[in-house]
């Protein structure tokens, strides 16, 4: 089938193009001026626009053979079918090829012959804001107006000229350098009348959709295929109770109503001459079918005057056009696979929806979700007909189908049965979670100047054309706080001074105050209704994540509740409840400090032998946001995290800071601070992991995890630094959680220990050290549930050192304390600098945990420590101080107690004894000591194993048999283990918190 008048013998696209174009032509400038004058004389836009196939719009003309025409074109046995293509898939020659071949196959049909399609197009990817900034410069800057509008003119016809042959575009080209010269003209006017009237502005920047529409169809006419566009202000007549675009994204159409009469009889119109003209009528829709190509985001009143349905628009007229068309679907062509349960830009693991109810996708598009207009559905409602949310770039992925009804709150509440969601089984009761940014609140406050104080307050908003968002009012109407877009917050202020100035003046009303910076929040789903725990799942989940709530409503038809937080928190917010509602897996951000040491290492091996594991069993997900030892830091690049597989040799590599792929540097802990505190994860977790060598700064750590879009981050501190236990009350007070096998905050002073548990209190982020006393073992958290169930606790004893339990486990007749100590070593059980163990520190340093636990205030000084080794050993100074040297040093120098352990061991051996390390505290006194000893049989500690730990409670409950924790905890294993169980419990934690 040749192209328009093909069949009517000659070149087919050059008669085309020239019925196009050659039109009775009023210059834009006069229309625009008459625009401007807005008389009754005032011509409608559709009979001066040289672009438009000339026809003559009857109003009064019959509507009876639509049926058999415009809503099913005679032969065709498949009704319209609508595409719509925004901006995006508009940008180059290479995309409005994409767009063409696609209508060419979606027109093909599905194998029951072909399907009447129509294209609705945006302008070309940027060519609106192009436009605005035309007519913004004009008063200030007329060159500059002239060298943007040159811009837009010329890449226009570079995208045109690459796709068809000059026969049909040489006559489109000379028609757009036209449009420019009268856009031109305009520009120069507004210069005599020193304002922008908001007519020009639409006129202006619906040349966009003009030239877009007739690019793409010049392809379609280069392919030979039937086809013709539409202005769609030739047939699209609405009432707008607003001027002006709107602004970019908002989420409202400015009051734009069609007029469907009007309408329909225009479309009808069109159909029957231009249609027909067209060879439209003629077409055996078995094999064939027409391509319409359609402007979108532009209209004309009734009167018409120039008008547009807004920014963001074209998705509206798409949906008016499946309505006059009685189109079977409407799809809207977009840049991602569907409707998503939350923005993926700032939701990483949001996920296509299958399916949305009408109701459901107004709820989502009015809370600003981008990938629909929020008036988009209202036509298609009155049809049935579903929209389809589909990706140009993945054609083949099934996308998001909208249709269907929600059942009203009065069909909902007939139910009269209420059910808790996590009941049922597999059913999640919201869609999606959506966000409204540049929010500000408005806030009446202290009103007692009498009645309706509330019908008062919005009159002076719709007086004033201010868009409320959302409503909420104490009962007594003492205050009334609105939410309502940022840039109408000061225009609300003055409209409520002016409606109250008599009660503002007598003191009646107590204030008028504006609050900026904020964002909406929302969760949407008609499964709410009757739901109970929704609300609170969510309410839970913004708590967990330490975001602060402003303003809190609920929708009369329970499909969503909305709250205002934050602009800096809606990240974080929105990442917490996609959590919360298992829309995804709990995900951790982790920064490791001392990650190649004994115990980081270890750890680090662990989680990735368990990472698919985790997410398969436990839907939890654990990322690695940065990595630390005492001479470097990396940071990962992006929110996937580092590679495991790389980590260690990035930390050993001797290169200095690079941005190359993820970023490396110097070990600093204000970095680390600043990426966990910006991550908006509420399970951030810092783990430190190093050992006693100095880490430079943990400023660059802080950093990180301020940075870090994670609402759960942690910090694991697997280090024996005093420098790192300083920043612990920084990262809990940002809400940063911590994990660490560290003694160094919890024994160490007590007024810091004190500050980081008011900071931990304060902030409702966890700090984990259960690893710290008896690695894996639950001793802490024994001691917490017999004080939590009401039990006392009066002695505590045992051996909590597994180095200690295997010395002297080890040590024998054969076996001297040097050997056993090196022994210790060799197996790993040992600290880098064995004196520690041997020296009674590390046992005192866990005493001191404990005794903390029990509400004993001590420092290390008050317990009575005995060391196994004389203390000039302890104090001395070797050479170097490096690992290696200072464990030879120290199992040199230590043979000079193998003899008096020898008789320790002979003398133990004859009472029928063996030698343990005990301790022991009592809580009435608050006596903390420990040391060697000789226990009998009866002892349990008798039976201690050699890397075991042993914790005998005796409370009031257990007062004939003390409670016994028993198992082994010397090792990186077993204490990279104790690790990796605190980091899995404050996960759960952080889901069952937030649920």
């Known amino acids: 089938m040749k192209c328009l008048e093909q069949s009517r013998g000659g070149d087919a696209s050059s008669k085309r193009v020239a019925k196009v174009n050659v039109i009775n032509r009023i210059p834009t400038v006069l229309l625009l001026l008459s625009a401007i004058s807005s008389s009754s004389a005032f011509v409608p836009f ?71 399609t129509m294209a609705i197009v945006s302008a070309k990817g940027g060519m609106t804001d192009l ?123 400015g009051g734009v109503t069609p007029l469907y009469d009007l309408t329909t009889q225009r479309m009808e119109q069109w159909w029957k001459t231009r249609g027909k003209e067209a060879g439209f009528h003629d077409l055996d829709y078995s094999v064939e079918s027409p391509v319409v190509v359609v402007t979108g985001f532009v209209a004309t009143t009734a009167e018409g005057v120039p008008t547009t349905l807004k920014r963001s628009g074209s998705d509206y007229s798409a949906t008016i056009f499946a309505k006059l068309t009685d189109a079977a679907r409407v799809t809207m062509w977009k840049n991602t696979n569907g409707v998503y349960t939350a923005d993926p830009r700032r939701v990483p693991e949001a996920f296509p929806i299958e399916s949305l109810k009408y109701d459901e996708a107004m709820e989502l598009a009015y809370f600003g979700a981008q990938v629909l207009h929020p008036s988009a559905m209202e036509p298609c409602i009155d049809k049935s007909i579903p929209v389809y949310v589909r990706n140009i770039f993945n054609p083949a992925f099934p996308g998001t189908v909208i249709q269907g009804r929600s059942a009203t709150l009065k069909d909902v509440n007939t139910q009269q049965k209420v059910k808790n969601w996590k009941s049922k089984s597999g059913e999640i009761p919201i869609k999606g979670i959506t966000s409204v940014d540049k929010t500000a609140l408005v806030t009446l406050e202290g009103a007692s100047a009498g009645s309706n104080v509330a019908g008062r307050f919005m009159n002076a908003m719709d007086r004033s054309g201010i868009n409320v968002l959302i409503i909420t009012q ?87 509740v909305a709250v205002v937080v934050s602009a800096d928190d809606a990240s974080r917010a929105l990442r917490a409840a996609h959590m919360a509602f298992t829309l995804s897996a709990t995900t951790a951000s982790i920064a490791v400090l001392g990650s190649t040491g004994d115990i980081g290492s270890v750890l680090m091996k662990q989680i990735q032998g368990r990472e698919k594991c985790l997410l398969k069993d436990l839907n939890v997900q654990l990322i690695m946001t940065c990595a630390a030892n005492s001479r470097k830091m990396v940071i990962a690049k992006d929110i996937n995290g580092l590679d495991m597989d790389k980590l260690s040799d990035l930390l050993v590599d001797d290169e200095t800071c690079t941005t190359t792929d993820n970023f490396l540097c110097d070990a600093d802990m204000n970095k680390v601070t600043e990426i966990m505190e910006q991550d908006v994860n509420p399970n951030r977790v810092i783990i430190d992991c190093t050992n006693n060598e100095a880490v430079a700064d943990m400023n660059k750590v802080t950093e990180i995890m301020e940075q870090d879009v994670n609402p759960n981050r942690v910090i694991i501190d697997c280090t024996n630094n005093e420098g790192v236990a300083e920043f612990y009350e920084e990262w809990l007070s940002k809400g940063i959680n911590i994990i660490s096998p560290s003694p160094n905050a919890a024994a160490g002073d007590l007024t810091r220990f004190k500050s980081i548990c008011e900071a931990q209190a304060f902030s409702g982020a966890n700090w984990q050290y259960e690893s710290s006393v008896g690695s894996a073992l639950p001793i802490i958290t024994t001691i917490r549930d017999l004080y939590e169930t009401g039990d006392t606790i009066y002695r505590i004893q045992g051996c909590v050192s597994g180095t200690m339990a295997f010395i002297l486990s080890t040590l024998s007749e054969d076996i001297s304390f040097s050997e056993a100590v090196k022994m210790s070593v060799e197996k790993g059980y040992a600290e880098a600098d064995p004196r520690v163990d041997i020296a009674g520190i590390d046992a005192g340093r866990k005493m001191v945990i404990l005794a903390r636990n029990l509400g004993i205030n001590v420092n290390l000084e008050d317990v009575q420590v005995e060391s196994l080794i004389p203390q000039e050993i302890v104090d001395k100074v070797y050479a170097n101080t490096d690992r290696d040297t200072i464990t030879t040093g120290v199992l040199r120098d230590i043979k000079v107690v193998d003899a008096l352990y020898h008789q320790k061991v002979l003398d133990a051996k004859k009472d029928d004894c063996v030698l343990r390390y005990k301790f022991c505290i009592e809580k009435s006194s608050g006596k903390c000591t420990c040391g060697i000893v000789a226990v009998p049989r009866t002892d349990p500690l008798f039976r201690l194993k050699e890397n075991e730990n042993l914790v ?32 899995l419990r404050l996960t759960r934690a952080s889901a069952a918190n937030s649920s």
């Open 952 to 983: 005998a409670f005796e409370t009031e409950r257990y007062a004939t048999s003390p409670l016994i924790v028993k198992g082994a905890a010397a090792g990186p294993d077993l204490c990279a283990s104790g690790i990796f169980a605190d980091l």
């Open 474 to 560: 104490a009962s007594s109407e003492y205050s009334i706080t609105v939410a309502v877009p940022e840039n109408e917050g000061q225009k609300a202020i003055d409209a409520l001074e002016d409606a109250f100035e008599l009660e503002l003046s007598r003191s009646t009303i107590n204030s008028l105050s504006l609050v900026t910076g904020m964002a909406i929040v929302a969760i949407v789903g008609e499964g709410m209704a009757l739901t109970s725990g929704v609300s609170a799942t969510f309410m839970s989940s913004l708590a967990n994540a330490n975001v602060n709530i402003r303003l809190i409503a609920q929708g009369s038809s329970e499909r969503q």
């Open 46 to 116: 559709g009979h001066q626009q040289r672009h438009v196939q000339k026809a003559a719009f009857i109003p009064s003309v019959s509507t009876t053979n639509l049926q058999a025409t415009v809503t099913r074109p005679m032969g065709s046995s498949n009704d319209w079918e609508v595409h719509k293509f925004g901006g995006a898939s508009l940008a180059t020659p290479e995309l409005y090829r994409t767009v063409g071949d696609l209508l060419l196959k979606e027109a093909s049909g599905r194998g029951d012959g072909a399907i009447p």
């Open 131 to 253: 436009l605005v900034k035309v007519v913004d410069s004009a008063l200030l800057d007329f060159e500059q107006a002239r060298i943007a509008l040159e811009e837009a003119v010329e890449s226009q016809i570079i995208v045109l000229k690459e796709l068809a042959p000059p026969s049909i575009t040489d006559p489109i080209e000379e028609s757009f350098r036209q449009d420019g010269e009268d856009i031109l003209s305009v520009v120069q006017s507004l210069r005599m009348i020193q304002t922008v009237p908001a007519v020009t502005m639409e006129v202006v920047t619906g040349f966009g959709e003009i030239w877009s529409a007739q690019t793409l169809n010049a392809y379609l006419m280069g392919l030979d295929v039937p086809c013709d566009w539409i202005d769609a202000r030739e047939i699209l007549v609405v009432k707008s109770d607003s001027s002006g675009l709107g602004e970019k994204g908002a989420a409202s159409t």
